[in-house]
């Protein structure tokens, strides 16, 4: 499933004003239903918005009880049932997400995680009572900040820190910090005098935007251990509390704070393009180039995934709001995989570990996945408030042990990395029941539990294998249909500015060295105004270093000349981070255009900030980071229609001529009728002529598989599974022929 992506829009605070709203909620279902829709107008013509589709929006009155319930409450029942869940909060600056996790003092402002341990709580003492203490549940957590690039447990006094921190390694695909404390919590009491100590030792900060700034990502983790006499059942919550980004135009930081400022954007920037990488299937992801990225481990990470998106709602974060609902959206395209802990059974409970986990959390190694399991709880995560069908807990499909793992080769053409699923294959592969040498490695009979026999062990050990090979097939399809990889000598140097980056970190010595390898990574793929960026956030770190100054200079004299250059289509490359909406601009926004605008343009307008916001794009796929050309909006004339043939006018209207299926030649119309389909939102295209909710759903599905294609012609469009010619007309139809000029 994928990530749940939910938008919380805060009041507004006491200098600011009602007339400086600009950020609004919809919903689709009419009035009084839950909004799921953000609105946002477009900075370059506020004629025109943006809208942005979520799970849900929580609008500024939304208490924190009602987050809480809505969001969080679900599932706590799913963790005691051995899934893990992670839920974060993302977004700008002074946005609430502080408030939103932690919240406040009074009962009423509490956050997401004291109302999760309390619930947390309640339902040990539960499980306790209703097994009469045959099942003994408890709980230990371990809370660290990332901050500066640097790990430090809040649960050691400042004075006890190494300036390096905590070194980070990776142990079987997990992300482990080393030294971590895990504290046993049994009461609420215990939790909250332990975390509020913790947040004490958490690095805040008064900034221009927020009096109380986190200049570092807090991690907390919840391990919750129930034991009976012949199981243990481990699973965790990780709760985090991002840092926000910082316009350091809007800042004036000083030194120290730009710094952090420094590292808190570059990290939020890195997890940008990972969410990117990601929702383009391509085979290398970024994790590595910054800790908090390595630790959340966004579609690496199984269980249930929340993402809290917290906004602002006024002018003054016009363009932070932008780009924070920008990355969100592509978050929620995000697949994890949803695998359930298993029981491990007591005669088999391996030592403990002897460094504790981090995001994986705990000192038990998790158990092999079980795509059964997974594949059975792919809608698990039940939103509609009650029990759908199938959302319980599936009945086990086969008998569960814990076993050694088996070492068994990896099938050689299938990318390990950065694959929820692919990994799901390979650990399934480990898995000694699949294993095709009989079941000689299970447990001796001893070890099981008595019900079970050997003939019900081998068929589900069958269904298990199949499974797998349909995952491993998927998995080698997507292999196939992955981004190429950078060239492998590149790719080797930059493997090896990482490594030394690595064995500098742990000894805290240069940060900066890795915003110096993001700007050599962006000026390998001809990312520029990338480059720059980074090259600038590595400045604070090698004051007045010369040969830095003059790369900085050269870069700009060669982007500014290539503006020169390019007056024609736009020359903004799109910073990842400050990156322009690339999603669903309104439908319902340019037809109640009450002024005579011209159609939308996209055209490079000014110098300056403008570059790094400017064009709004047609769709996410223009917000390539392949090159820089794909960070250019073509004019729509030069691009060439996919399955173009210059036989094909058939959508041409009676009074449109220069419609066809050649490309220069399409009207606004078609135009905006493409933009509508390509913005995949539903909401938008349910409202064309003659398509409804289910018709719109099935060409969001049809685009959604499609990945990073574009639909680019009215042919193509007809080609889309349930569209077909007749359908093109009647939307194309529909629309005003004021865009016909
Ligand atoms: N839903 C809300 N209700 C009331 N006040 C809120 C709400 N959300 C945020 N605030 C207030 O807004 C201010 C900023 O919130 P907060 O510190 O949580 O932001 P943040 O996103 O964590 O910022 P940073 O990234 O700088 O840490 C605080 O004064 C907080 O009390």
Redesign the pocket.
Known sequence: MSVRVVA?I??L?KQELDKDVIVTSESTEGEGTQPTIVRIPNPKNEAESFSFQFSSVYE?E?T?QQVFESEVAPTVKHLFNGYDTTIF?Y??????????MRG?KSLADRGVIPRLLSNIYRRCRKIEKDTSGATHVSVTMSYYEIYCDRVFDLFEPPEKRTASGLPIRDNHGKTVVVGLREVPCTTLKEFETLYDQANINRS?SA?K??????RSHAILTVKITQTTEDSVLVSQASAI????SEDNRRTDNNKERMVESSAINKSLFVLAQCVDAISKKQSRIPYRESKMTRILSLGQNNGMTLMVL?LAPVRSYHMDTLSSLNVANRTKKIEVCEVENEPIYRSMVKPLATTSLAAAGGTLSRQPLRPLTAANNANLYDREGGKKKGTEKPAKAFAVYSDNKQSVSRPSNITLQNQGVRRAVVNAHKRPAESSSTFGSRPTKTHRPAETTMTKASIEALIAQRIDEKLAEKALQDAATATPALSAELQKRLDELEQRIDAKDDDGKSPGLQFLLMAKQHQARGEDVSALRMLKMASPYFPENEKLATKIRHLEERIKAKKASDTTSVPAEQDHWKAAPAVSSSLMAPLNRETKDKPKSFAHDSEGEDDEFAPVPDSDNELSYASDSSFRYKSKASRKPKNASKKLPIFRDTNDTSDSFMPGEQTPRTKNLLRIINSKDVSQIKALKGVGVKKADAIVACLLEMADEEVKDLHSLAQLNGVGKKTVENMRGGLLMKYDF
């Not at 935007?209 to 986190?214: C, D, G």
């Open positions: 919380r805060r009041p605070l500024q939304t924190q909060s977004g700008p600056t002074g946005t609430g997400k502080t408030h939103t406040g805040t900034t935007l927020n009096a109380h700034s986190s509390d991002l840092a926000g917290n």
